[in-house]
Nanobody
Framework: QVQLVESGGGLVQAGGSLRLSCAASGRIFSIYVMGWFRQAPGKEREFVAAISWSEGTTYYAESVKGRSTISRDNAKNTVYLQMNSLKPEDTAVYYC?????????????????WGQGTQVTVSS
């Protein structure tokens, strides 16, 4: 099993920044890709960004590309999502997810473990 704990969410004004963290524990050796997803009220969960643990390869959704950076600290078993120039439409619960395959996936069903989520609210 792998446990994921997100932190760093909160309320921020439009144009502001937040850094989300996701700390992984447990059978981390089985994880190859970490991802961030988000779900706004009344909407489906959507992919935000992903990173491979070893190579650091990254992939972003078009909606956040250029405004967000995903990174990882292997020593701390932690993945980060730095979000800048936040918009009200970025408001959602953000989830961290872990995948046991080496291939980056952009759909939620491709991930094996999930965190509990952290709320991000961007006011206009």
């Amino acid at each position: 099993q792998v446990q994921l704990v997100e932190s760093g969410g909160g309320l921020v004004q439009a144009g502001g920044s937040l850094r989300l963290s996701c700390a992984a524990s447990g059978r981390i050796f089985s994880i190859y890709v970490m991802g961030w997803f988000r779900q706004a009220p009344g909407k489906e969960r959507e992919f935000v960004a992903a990173i491979s643990w070893s190579e650091g390869t990254t992939y972003y959704a078009e909606s956040v590309k250029g405004r967000s950076t995903i990174s990882r600290d292997n020593a701390k078993n932690t993945v980060y999502l730095q979000m800048n120039s936040l918009k009200p439409e970025d408001t959602a619960v953000y989830y961290c997810a872990a995948r046991q395959s080496r291939v980056i996936a952009v759909v939620g069903k491709g991930y094996d473990y999930w965190g509990q989520g952290t709320q991000v609210t961007v006011s206009s």
